[in-house]
């Protein structure tokens, strides 16, 4: 039974816990007890909140038992990215500097997991502060990919999809600023997905980038994504980049069929530099949207190039700015410090990871007077270059295919020496991004060494249902998403 | 060499909504520390600010009232600084695209006026207080109290076109006078919720380019603001008078040692590292809105001011009287439906001198006056109609101020009706001259002033209530 609880998908477990052929408590114990054994080798908790879900368990079957109404995922155990904020429980962002502090209010992901019943399983590792696309930023720990523990799971948000890789949680919430989801999802053989900015809160979510983080969820298929989606979904009166655009009901949309769906390729994106194998899936899964009816053509962005360059000046603008509370003033870590300066100092130099404190640098610079303009200034107006090119794309295309990463899952400790080696992990992933757009990552092959491959579907503006509905065809006719990992 | 200042003001105005800029923390102000916090204003992980209209509304009515173009399309940005009262260690504010632009003031009276260019107003969060000792006890560390952070501010910014002190404290007077009328803030200095900067440059009389200018802060009230300049002028005249050249720097004001001190040096001074602020869009105001604002801004001082002086009150009377809104009221109403320019300058005058110096004694305000516009109107009609002297008034206001009766009635009461009565009044000077023989003589070998000392004593013997002018005429006839 217990392993038939974790090959269940959360849409699946939803309907069992709801026809109470299944306690909402019998399923978190199972999860409990894959993460105890499991978690040892993956690493990727920082907190499992073992008490809280089982009280949270215990409540939702006894409304069920009362015949009171519940949510679509209703006591199905979720992890969450540990940088956002659920009252009561700690919230690190895999940081010394935030180590012992604990979240005064909900995030409005969070509120509406509650009101909709799901069960907080656990904190997952990341990047320190998202920063990074391996997790071995963390302060605490590398999380490891669980096909092949000697590799990274990506990042920043790796502990999320590794924890839904190795069935230690059906589903997961994540961040992206640039791939943070749908890299990682791609390491680890999961879907993984970001929303078009400002379609879900970002109200409790720990700032990275403002302008380009977005929560979006990971599971094991598309169908668990979409719903969950939906329960995230919708405009936030606290949140003043949140759009007001109804929220379609995704399940329905994914199942209409392919038939004369345009999809774009982007010349940039299939480059010299290009995995081989990640390529040869790629263009595999492009044929298997073709016989499902649809269309492809190459497309051009021609500005594809800059958005690393784009990417890496204005999230560490904006990062210097919303790290700057991080003081050891009013909250987290602070180290003692004969006087005001000094307390600073010596709060943030060792409360900050190397990688941070890099970001901040590069920000702190390019918004520096005197060079404002040359750096933020000019990367604003090549981002909306970048923004212009997917608005000229979309006017052909429905939807836009590309490989999620260049390549596969790298070894761990191959790339952390390298920051520069590192940002082009995200090559693919930023643009995205960078034109507030929707991006999806879902498992499209395997290479030789047994590492999972993503297809990464980009969508317009608003319409998660055209990517969603793409992959979920594509997902159901072939077989990638029904391996585990033996970990 | 005569040198004249050039002055421009930063001005930092508390608009008076109920809740914070981006949350919904009360404003009040004097609650125990850290009692109007939230995540939000406290800066903790995650949270995103969510603009208070009403703060948008207060300064696009400022804005309108200082003629400022407002600027449909604005944008917020982040001011980036490390201090322990700024939680996120950037303050929201606006940098490019203020709410408001290119505005005035005008200072002076009659042929003296003076417009003041406003260059800009825009919005942004107060920050929280440090306290470095408990009551006298000084402490070796600090304390944050985050009550005041995320009130909303605005900042009035001036072009340099004031040339004095006394134009700046006009100038200031003035504006406090404008915000007051609105209702938009309470400007008070004492509590911090108008406060003032000045970047001050001095240059010989006739030439055009600025000299180098510092910037002075810490000036907590309006004489504070004075006294800092006059000094700063003399230290700037005698810097350059000596041959030495002014640093650009930031002073500060010390209201205790009358002087001011260099705080920093221009190669000190922060780099803001402004840029706009992402968790907030940009803020689009439809026509509509400004226009019902526009539609809906009260009567104003300079409004006042020209009503007062169409319906006969001297320019200066006039100006007094619009110097505050519940003043500028209360002689409005005084003065309405009255006869004509002299009983209305009368009654403007029997508030200004009379009633005004009263509450100033008494700790009042006008709103708390016992005397009504409409008392002050009864007694300058009695005064104008002969019931009472000029002299008897007084004595009845005094009557009307503590006890809050009517002047009809207390004359009534205490029977202090004037004497008109010739033949009543013959008979008082008849005593009056013979008992003072010595003012009879003085009087009749010419020295015209020896009759008042008569005068007085017919008044003393009716107890103040005879007709002066008619006691005036029968003496000089008894004495021709």
Redesign the interface.
Known sequence: MENNILNFTAVQLANKIKAKELSSVEAVKAYLGRIEKTEPKVKAFVTVLEEQALKQAKDVDEKISKGKAVGELAGVPIAIKD???ITGTP?T?SSKI?KN?VS??D?AVIEKLKKQDLVFIGKTNLDEFAMGSSTENSAFCTTKNPWNLECIPGGSSGGSAASVSSRMAPIALGSDTGGSIRQPASCCGVVGMKPTYGRVS??????F???LDQIGPFSRTIEDSAMLLKTISGYD?????SVDVPVPDYNAELKKDLKGLRIGLPREYFIKGLDKEVEQSVKNAIKVLENLGAKTEEITLPYTEYAVAVYYIIAP??A??NL??Y?G???GFRAHGED?LEM?EKTRGRGFGAEVKRRIMLG?YS???GY?EAY?GKAQKVRTLIRRDFEEAFKKVDVILTPTAPTPAFKIGDKADDPLQMYLSDIFTISCNLAGIPGISVPCGFTSNGLPVGLQVLGKPFKEEDILKTAYHYEKNTEWHKRYPEV | MKYEAVIGLEVHAQLKTLSKVFCGCSTEFGSGENTNIC?VC??????????NKKAVEFLVKTGLALSCKINGHSVFA?K?Y?Y?DL????QISQYELPLAEHGYLEIGTGNEKKKIGITRIHLEEDAGKLLHAIGNRDLDYSL?DLNRTGVPLMEIVSEPDLRSPDEVHQYLSKLKSILEYLEVSDCNMEEGKFRCDANISIRPVGQKEFGTKAELKNMNTLKGVKDALEYEIERQIEVVSGGEKIIQETRLWDANKKSTQSMRRKEEAH?Y???PE????PLNLDKDFIRDIKESLPELPADYTKRFVEAGLSEYTASVSASEKPLAVFISDAISGTGDAKERQDIANWVINELLARLNASGKTIKESSVSAEMIRELVLLIKNGTISGKIAKTVFEEMFNRGKKASVIVKEKGLVQISDESAIEKYCDEAISENPKAVSEYKSGKEKAIGALVGGVMKKTGGKANPQIVNKILRKKLS
């Open positions: 940088n956002m904020l919230c962002c935030l502090y005064p209010y995030a970002r109200y409790g979510l720990i700032a980038a403002s302008s009166a606290k949140d003043s980049t603008s904006e210097s700015a700057a509370r003081d003033v009013k909250f005001l600073y702190t918004l520096s007077s404002y933020y | 995540p406290t800066g903790q992980p995650g949270v995103l600010p969510v603009l982040r980036q490390f322990p939680p996120k260690n950037y944050v780099d590292r402004y840029f992402p968790d907030l869009v």
